[in-house]
């Protein structure tokens, strides 16, 4: 212990005065290039991406997690991911799942009475305002579960889910109107709706099951969605399929495609052909056409909808009486379908066909002011004839599924996913300008802001449904492959393969980096989860233990605690078996990235407190025992001991004997440590005359670590003023005790003093006096 005291003060003195060693560069670009058989393109791809320490990415992209009900966030052109965040699941890292806070928000999904924890993540959409991505929000939809998420990106934090109404899977989601008046979510597989269970014959298939696409509100001030403000379009039963909201001439309008609309309902096991054979047999499928503008508008007059389950459905019969749903035919079997950035057209891949269709928004709206229709479908939804809506069809090879929009008008990029490459075409010439193979089988693929109205171009991210011989195997599963592609000039360059280890992402979303602001500390006692001061917020030496029992004789501890380099107040918790406990932690640090951690024995608790969070942790103290707990985020050096006991005692137990000393101490020791502290305190003062010389209030970061500092020094004094009167009285042990408090905050000072004193030498601070 005393060894590793040395070696720690001699580090920082080492650290200040600047006694580091770097390695000495022995090889050449030549010849690590032919030591690892890199080719000058291999370095010129790499020099695309690579990021040297400590620089930042220029885009940022959310991917979906898929099977794991989380999303992604990675760096482009790095590819460096940078977090997980839960979503649909729990996930421990960040105590989602585990503090009551979060149990909240999880519980917000639990589907006709069950806690279901995993998602089917298909579909990230940022938020929008004027249809350009305004990097306040992320929303992502469950496909199995018809749930939808909403991700404050202030905190990367989930804070709502909320379950559809009325469907039973969905596909169509998340998409946003151009200022996120709305969120999308279609259905993908017919049912009967919610409520109506006892309809569950296939016999009644066309009359009894339905599809449908709702219409999520979303208010923009409070960050969340409101169900009893939404509405739903009721659909024919045609699995519906993605969505996308017009934009700029077609703004107020919805666009959602579909697959089976042969309303063909299976029976292999009958000796009937399969879906994949009956859902595939007519030409074309519906893109269904709906007008959310005036349907919000008439839903808010009360002319139409009716409220079921808490939210606004809207009938067939009411949308087509009222101009507000009509159906356009599409490719066999479509996938995606995309409005172009400036709304004009609406592009849709047909995944059974090798063209893209590109439809003409002034042609279908014509049509539908001429009420020129080619027929009704059998719920009486008008048709408009592709020849009345149709600009052209190009031919961009087998298996077209998505598209995706570059900075360069009428530039599209399409993924082809039968014949493995990404196809980059031009929308009003009708010409394929350029082919790239990737690996392999392509699904979603992604340009930088390419859903807005204003696509950044520069990269493209191809989404790959198999990896194959790409990586080095981890056994029969393997990972996703995400590959970045260079769209920058005329034709595209293939930069870098990206395993994904986690799911399979249908989709990403990416943004301007510097849009997204977001904390680094909370206001202190925060509900990072209702984005509220937590009823349970402790302030630095008001942590208390209280114990009340109702009149059944049920008890209930709540502990109202803080976390603080390099201690949790309390360090021990005394109940009695049975009392339910509930232990609320506030972290009172300011400094950025200083998280406590909080596990405990054999409770299943797992909190993650971010500088002023505010956490709670509830359990049944079921079994009399000790139940070590600790700080999980390792924080700083005395992070180990950062610890306490829980204690549950059984009913009727009696203490015996005081705590008892595991070592003593005497005024030589207590007088050694002084010493040490007082040469501590000289490096102390040097950093600080170093950081004081120069013009440090002109670096936020640094003024944050002074700061920061100066918290950790005044607890600093107080120790040294306990260890001096306890000194005073010949109590050695509490003296030496306080001795060593007051040298550990002189260890987080130093430690903070030194990192301002580095960001101040690498940001070229000027000597002020
Ligand atoms: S989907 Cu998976 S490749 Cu859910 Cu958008 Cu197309
Ligand atoms: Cu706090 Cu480790």
Redesign the pocket.
Same mark, same amino acid.
């Given at each position: 212990m005393k060894l590793m005291k040395k070696m720690m003060a001699t580090s920082i003195v080492a650290s200040f005065l600047g006694f580091t060693a770097g390695p000495v560069m022995a090889d050449s670009l030549q010849d690590v290039m032919k030591a690892r058989g890199l080719t000058e393109k291999d370095i010129l791809a790499a020099a695309k991406t690579y990021t040297p320490t400590g620089g930042r990415d220029e885009f940022l992209a959310f991917s979906s997690g898929g099977q794991s009900g989380q999303v992604i966030v990675y760096g482009i052109p790095s590819m460096r991911i940078l977090k997980y965040i839960g979503v649909f699941t729990p996930e421990p890292w960040q105590g989602y799942g585990f503090d009551d806070e979060s149990k909240a928000v999880l519980a917000q999904g639990r589907i006709e009475g069950k806690d279901i924890v995993y998602g089917d993540t =298909? /579909?990230p959409a940022l938020s929008e305002t004027d249809g350009d991505s305004d990097g306040k929000f992320l929303f992502i939809n469950d496909?199995a579960n018809p749930r939808l998420a909403v991700i404050d990106l202030h905190d990367f934090e989930t804070k709502q889910i909320v379950v559809n109404p009325f469907f039973r899977s969905e =596909?169509g989601g998340a998409f946003v109107t151009p200022n996120t008046e709305y969120v999308m979510e279609a259905t993908q597989y017919a049912a009967p709706y919610k409520g109506n269970s006892s309809v569950v014959s296939l016999n009644k298939f066309n009359d009894e099951f339905r599809g449908g696409l709702t219409y999520w509100k979303f208010d923009k001030e409070e960050g969340r969605i409101k169900p009893d403000a939404s509405f739903t379009f009721e659909f024919p039963p045609y699995s519906q399929d %993605?969505s996308d909201a017009g934009k700029g001439p077609s703004y107020g309008w919805g666009f959602t495609n579909s697959f089976c609309s042969e309303r063909y309902v299976g029976g292999i096991e009958k000796g009937r052909p399969p879906y994949e054979a009956g859902c595939s047999s007519k030409d074309t499928d519906f893109l269904h056409v709906t007008n959310w503008k005036k349907a919000s508008e008439l839903v808010a007059a009360g002319k139409i909808g009716k409220k079921v389950n808490g939210s606004t459905l809207i009938s067939m019969k009411e949308a087509v009486a009222n101009d507000l749903f009509y159906l356009i035919p599409e490719p066999k079997s479509p =996938? *995606?379908v995309d409005v172009t950035p400036d709304g004009t057209k609406i592009i849709v891949a047909g995944k059974l066909d090798s063209h893209t269709w590109v439809y003409d928004w002034a042609k279908i709206q014509k049509a539908m002011a001429d009420k020129k229709f080619e027929s009704k479908d059998p719920y009486g939804v008008p048709i408009i004839a592709i020849n009345d809506a149709l600009d052209k069809s190009v031919a961009v090879g087998l298996g077209p %599924? /998505?598209n995706q929009f570059d900075s360069k008008k009428c530039i599209v990029y399409t993924s082809i996913y039968v014949d493995s490459m990404i196809t980059k075409w031009d929308y009003c010439e009708g010409k394929v300008l350029d082919q790239l193979p990737i690996h392999y089988n392509v *699904? /979603?693929l992604m340009t930088m802001e390419g859903d807005t109205v204003s696509p950044q171009g520069k990269y493209l991210v191809a %989404?790959n449904k198999l990896a194959i011989d790409r990586f080095n195997p981890v056994g029969p599963l393997h990972p996703q492959n995400h590959q970045l592609i260079d769209i920058s000039g005329d034709k595209m360059q293939l930069l870098y393969d990206m395993p994904i280890p986690l799911g399979e992402p /249908?989709?990403v979303a990416s943004i301007r980096a510097s849009k997204l602001k977001p904390a680094i500390r909370y206001k202190s006692g925060t509900n990072s989860r209702t984005d509220k001061r937590s009823k349970w917020k402790t302030r630095a030496g008001r942590e208390k233990i209280e114990r009340s029992c109702d009149d059944a004789g049920k008890c209930t501890v709540h502990v109202y605690g803080t976390t603080i380099r390099s201690h949790i107040t309390p360090e021990t918790i005394e109940v009695t078996e049975g009392d339910t406990v509930s232990i609320h932690l506030t972290n009172l640090e300011r400094a950025e990235d200083e998280t406590h951690g909080f596990a405990m024995y054999a409770q299943n608790v797992q909190l993650s407190i971010e500088p002023g969070k505010t956490s709670s942790a509830t359990f049944v103290a079921d079994k009399p025992g000790v139940y070590p707990y600790y700080c999980t985020e390792f924080c700083s050096a005395l992070h180990l001991e950062m610890q306490g006991y829980l204690l549950v005692r059984p009913k009727g137990f009696k203490e015996e004997g005081g705590l008892v000393e595991g070592q003593t101490y005497t005024k030589e020791d207590y007088d050694k440590q002084v010493k040490t502290n007082i040469k501590t305190q000289g490096v102390i003062d040097s950093v600080v005359g170093f950081i004081t010389s120069h013009n440090y209030k002109d670096f936020p970061e640094v003024v944050a670590l002074v700061e920061d500092a100066t918290d950790q020094l005044g607890f600093a004094e107080d120790a040294k003023k306990k260890a001096a009167d306890f000194a005073e009285k010949g109590d050695w042990n509490k003296a030496m005790g306080w001795a060593n408090q007051w040298w550990q905050y002189q260890v987080k000072t130093a430690d903070m003093g030194l990192r301002a004193k580095t960001y101040l030498e690498e940001h070229n601070a000027k000597k002020i006096k």
């Open positions: =298909h /579909h496909k =596909h %993605l =996938h *995606g %599924l /998505h *699904g /979603h %989404l /249908h989709y």
